[in-house]
């Protein structure tokens, strides 16, 4: 009989948000062999009776950012700029052109033509300063959703649902607080998350002659008679890799509320100026620069591959000041870090991918 009441003994169920989580005791008997102690012990376990000795849970602690310091950093140039990316001024001028004249801009290209890097730059350029108060960088993901880039019921530390803004709300209201100064919101990667689903409605308000209140929205999880704008002073910089050809092309809706400017692999003069300028020898520098010319003009004229799998430049922004270790490092990132990628894109064709890298380490 006390086996059986043990048995029937059921804990609640515990409810979080719209999931649910059952546990069930399991009773059985248990021989009576060995220690006593011990086989209590195990009983309370199994059947969820409350144990004779108080329970101690160690102390909770709360998970904080780490400590860092948001505020206007030193002032950013023209001639800063010029210096640190390896666009042409006329390709620069109409980048900063099409950013003040759409509010939103997408810089697509391969991977490694230093994307995220331009994107940081241009918004240091309208802001004056590395001011990290008025930037925020999020990357988008396959799992990234509109309620954790605008708003949704998320728990809190008490395990409650609440309602919680979110990134893109929380910019929007700094920005709308301090209108005569712009604000940036920086999205890595905007292809590789389902950007109509994130964006929902708030596509619309992207649009430059929709920005302000007289546009302003109901949101579907906001208190009624509320509503939600984007400022004329914020602006979003977006990136795009065009090689991954896993991602879902994005849809004409959001082409149309963005300017595009297209990101090539830069060896040319102002890359070279930049190498020497961080130490780097003469031979090292016309040996990148050829070797990955070569390279990169055997993967354009592939049919199979094209112009959007050529390597960029930012393998090689961070040399060593040692010379003596230059020439080590540049034939690690060559065996490491380019000739594998060589192998993944001609997976299918293995006598086409050894040449290509034979040349390359040569």
Known sequence: ????????????????????????????????DGDVAEQEQLTDLYT??????????????????????????????????EQEVFIGPEKLDAALAGLRRRKNLLLQGPPGTGKTFLARRLAWLELGAQDAARTELVQFHPS??????????????????????????????????????????????LNRGNVSRIFGELLLLLEADKRGPAHAVALPYAPAGTHF????????????????????????ALRRRFAFVELEPEFGPAFQAFLGRQGVAA?????????????????ADDP???????????????????????????????????????????????????????????
């Open 1 to 32: 009989m006390a086996a059986r009441q043990r048995g029937a003994h059921q804990p609640p169920t515990r409810k979080a948000g719209l999931h649910y989580c059952h546990q069930a005791a399991h009773a059985g008997q248990l021989p009576l």
């Open 48 to 81: 969820g009776r409350p144990s004779r000795q108080p329970l101690r849970l160690p102390k909770a602690t709360a998970a904080a950012e780490p400590t860092a310091t948001y505020g206007s950093g030193p002032a950013y140039d023209r001639a800063q700029a």
């Open 144 to 189: 990234y959703s509109y309620e954790d880039f605008v708003q949704g019921f998320r728990p809190d530390a008490g395990g409650k649902f609440r309602l919680t803004d979110g990134l893109l709300v929380q910019l929007c209201r700094r920005a709308a607080q301090d209108p005569t100064r712009p604000y940036f919101l920086l999205i890595d990667e």
């Open 229 to 252: 704008y984007v400022p004329e002073n914020l602006y979003v910089i977006g990136t795009m890799n065009t090689a991954d050809r896993s991602l879902t092309p994005l849809d004409y």
């Open 283 to 299: 031979e090292i520098i016309q040996q990148i620069v050829s070797r990955l010319t070569e390279l990169n003009q055997t993967i």
């Open 304 to 362: 199979d591959l094209g112009p959007d799998f050529r390597i960029g430049h930012s393998y090689f922004c961070q040399p060593p000041t040692q010379q003596e270790e230059q020439s080590d490092w540049l034939r690690l990132i060559l065996e490491q870090e380019i000739a594998p990628l060589l192998t993944e894109y001609w997976l299918d064709e293995p006598a086409k991918a050894s040449a290509a890298r034979r040349r390359l380490l040569a």
